[in-house]
């Protein structure tokens, strides 16, 4: 912009002084009112260079760092529940290799998002994590800014890469933004509760975090920093998870149409902040419920009545057991823990629900 600027005073100057000076007697006033007229004109020409240069950096600090950005929107607090890799397995089939490939780079972004989101309810990350795509340094695959809460992609890998690479790449930095909430909440705790063990991790993520060393400089100490190694191990087991579900999801449909599945019944989230189960016309088959709970196994529900109580439904529905618990564990081969809540004493005792 200043190399513009400058060529632009340049030729200035030179169409000022390339008139004929035809009055020779006022030949020195006329040469310095030239000279006075192409300075003004050179401040003025590079302060517009200088200002297009900080509106550049005003709006990349404002809208991001990315040359391309995901037309979906970052998860937020009023619609984090929606974001479980259930409720977007239509979205996530296209992570499949052979899917992925023929994919456009925008189409990408959109199904990284949905990660992200999926990523940023699961860690419970109160910012925003927007993804988007640049060019970046060849080893390079990706960085998380916590100043604009992006992350951005390397745009080469992400039209060249595979599936694989681009989720681990966006659980990874999806982990990076959970470390800085970790320092934030040591920082907003107080002093008693900050020599709790769990914040350990939050001291060690700041030091490395404040002092971070760059790949470029020094690849070990870079590899081997907690905030890396961490990050790397959280990704690893998040792109093992994301591609089990597919697949479980897919085997779950080769059974046949009858069987009830991720993509026959959906969640919806209700304007009173309640859920129901419906079906693919959208008619509700259980609920409205203060929460259901798909996480766990794909074939068993667990749903909060109006009262908090919790029971168990499948997955198209219908009641496995009423809501009679004040706190279960996911069901595993028919089998749940449970904790049975009477309301007429309130007694409490262990037994198990089985489907």
Sequence with gaps: ?????????????????????????????????????????????????????????????????????????????????????????????????????????????????????????YLGISTDLNVGADNLDENLAGYYSDSTHEIVLSLDRLENG???E????????????????WVE????ANETDQ???????????EDELVNYTDGKDDLYGYYTQSVEEDARAYAADAVEDYYQKIAEYLEENEEGEGSASYSSYQLNYNDDETVSLCDAEGNTVA?????IDDDGCPDAYIYTDM????????????????????????????????????TGNKTESISFASN
Aim: hydrophobic share 45%.
């Design 195 to 205: 020599k709790l063990y769990f914040f350990y991790d939050a001291m060690v993520y």
């Design 287 to 291: 609920g409205p419920y203060l929460n």
């Design 185 to 188: 909440a040591y920082h907003n």
């Design 162 to 164: 595979t599936a694989h």
């Design 307 to 342: 009262n908090g109580l919790l029971g168990f439904m499948a997955a198209d529905g219908s009641q496995i057991t009423p809501a009679i618990y004040s706190n279960t564990t996911y069901m595993s081969d028919g089998i749940a823990g449970v904790k049975e809540c009477e």
């Design 1 to 121: 912009m200043l190399a513009i600027a400058t060529a632009f005073s340049g030729a200035y100057t030179f169409l000022r002084f390339k008139h004929k000076i035809v009055n020779k007697s006022r030949f020195r006033k006329i040469i310095k009112r030239r000279l006075s007229d192409s300075a003004i004109a050179a401040q003025r020409i590079y302060g517009a260079g200088i200002l297009c240069i900080m509106l550049v950096i005003g709006f990349g600090g404002i809208f991001g760092n990315t040359l391309f950005n995901s037309s979906v929107a970052s998860a937020t607090n009023n619609n984090i529940e929606q974001w479980t890799i259930a409720n977007n397995m239509d979205t996530l089939l296209l992570l499949q290799e052979d899917e992925w490939a023929e994919l456009t780079v925008d189409e990408k972004l959109d199904v990284l998002q949905v990660v992200a989101n999926i990523e940023k309810r």
């Design 166 to 181: 681009a989720v681990d790449t966006v659980a990874h930095e999806s982990f990076h933004s959970l470390e800085y909430r």
